[in-house]
């Protein structure tokens, strides 16, 4: 333990463990965008950025996630395209789980009625996501810091800046879910140590990014499930042109945001 502790400098562990730290703590800040009291007239703000979250996922998965990991030396499309599919399916199973165990909660043995309540399944899920997503950038950030203070300033600034409006999409997925803000902010929270986790490993195993090409297209695979199985269904709901028009322009909105994050910051 020491000797892997001892392989970089304390500084260089308090600048990874710091902006692993400021990364998580970027999921918190949707707390002061949204308003304090969910009401009927915030449904369309809401279905807005829902409609941000899913065009910033996709954006996320086909212009950052598996281009990165398709640019890897040792990537084979064959094994991208496996574990993106591996992902999609591990999904399905978790939600099938979470569905069979909220059918059972939900049900009222005494009239043998159904009683709807919304289910926090999609919330749960893009959470897991979020987490392994969260993993990957702390090791990218982790693995910076270990070349120069520099590089680690630059992928910090660069992951900040992707993460914003990602990280306010997710908190929309949560509140659609059923999480209140105060639910919804430390679950963010939560998720963000996983960039934590991932800074401190890539820092004790030099090899560590070398070995998770997987954890990319499976990631991939997450958000794609996330996105066009809980999420768009939802806005699918709406059936007023106007609301229809709004959500097209969140889409497109959450998808050029993370276009020009990719283009113009790496």
């Not at 562990?13 to 304090?36: D, M």
């Not at 998720?191 to 490993?201: E, K």
């Not at 990631?219 to 097209?248: C, M």
Request: overall charge neutral; proline content about 3%; glycine content about 8%.
């Amino acid at each position: 333990m020491r000797t892997l502790l001892a392989n970089y400098s304390v500084q260089t562990w308090v600048s990874a463990l710091t902006g692993a730290t400021i990364v998580g703590l970027v999921g918190v800040l949707p707390l002061f965008i949204f308003p304090n009291e969910q009401s009927k007239k915030d449904k369309p703000y809401l279905e807005l950025l829902l409609s941000v979250a899913v065009g910033s996922q996709l954006a996320d998965v086909f212009l950052h996630l598996l281009p990165e990991a398709f640019s890897h030396p040792h990537a084979s499309s064959t094994y991208i395209g496996l574990w993106t599919l591996v992902g999609l399916f591990i999904f399905f199973i978790i939600e099938q789980i979470f569905s069979q165990v909220d059918y059972n909660q939900n049900f009222n043995y005494k009239s043998c009625k159904i009683t709807h309540r919304k289910s926090k399944a999609t919330g749960y899920l893009n959470l897991l996501a979020n987490f392994i997503d969260n993993l990957t950038h702390g090791a990218a950030i982790g693995g910076s810091f270990a070349v120069s203070p520099l590089i680690g300033v630059t992928t910090l600034v660069g992951i900040i800046i992707h993460e914003i409006p990602h990280e306010i999409g997710d908190f929309a997925i949560l509140l659609q879910s059923g999480f209140d803000r105060c639910q919804a902010t430390k679950a963010q929270f939560m998720t963000g140590l996983g960039g934590i986790l991932g800074a401190s490993i890539a820092l004790c195993y030099s090899n560590f990014l070398h070995s998770t090409l997987w954890v990319l297209p499976f990631t991939s695979g997450a958000f794609l499930y996330v996105a066009l199985v809980k999420t768009v269904p939802d806005l699918l709901k709406e059936n007023d042109l106007k609301h229809s028009f709004r959500q097209l322009i969140g889409v497109l909105g959450g998808l050029l945001s993370i276009y020009f994050i990719v283009i113009y910051v790496g």
